[in-house]
């Protein structure tokens, strides 16, 4: 199976090659932090490869204090991208950087009990739906001012 991603920016185009065997949501303060979200949802696969097709050069790797938490990125928009873990043995690869759909489900969820306070709470809201259809999406585009002529 082929999957392809790239950055916000479009400076960084990759293409992985083969499945994903995991697919984690983890909810530790590093993956919070170097998300800037509630949790980071990684794709990790031990024999799929990674080619780079454009933008090798603007993608920087960042290993937190050697403690093996890796971060990739785009060095202008900083888009987190794919990288090798484990001295190459494992492909790593943000969720949200491809482009194309994914076959795999997310199998399990890390530190659930050191997510933040709010996200803790979530499903206990009433008012609050968890579906796929959680979101209009013709609600959500007219609040932040796009409307359909400009999509």
């Known amino acids: 199976m082929k999957h392809v991603g790239s ?23 590093k993956c919070r932090k170097d998300t800037g979200s509630a949790h980071a949802a990684n794709l990790f696969s031990s024999k799929a490869t990674l080619k ?29 991208l794919p ?13 949200g950087s491809l482009d194309s759909d994914i076959d795999i489900k997310p199998k399990g969820i890390f530190f659930l009990k050191v997510r933040p306070i709010g996200i803790k709470t979530l499903r206990k ?5 968890i579906t796929p259809k959680m979101i209009n999406m013709k609600y959500l585009l007219n609040v932040v001012g796009i409307h359909d002529d400009m999509i």
Not at 7 to 29: M, N, Q, R
Not at 84 to 95: I, W
Request: net charge negative; proline share 1%.
């Open 52 to 80: 780079w097709l454009s933008g090798e050069d603007q993608v920087k790797t960042f290993n937190h204090q050697g403690e093996r938490h890796i971060k990739s990125f785009c060095v202008t928009c900083g888009s987190a």
């Open 7 to 29: 950055c916000l920016c479009g400076a960084v185009h990759f293409e992985i090659e083969g499945t994903f065997e995991d697919f984690y949501l983890c909810h530790c303060e």
């Open 83 to 95: 990288n090798m873990q484990m001295d190459g043995k494992l492909l790593v690869v943000p969720a």
């Open 125 to 129: 809201q009433k008012n609050l739906k």
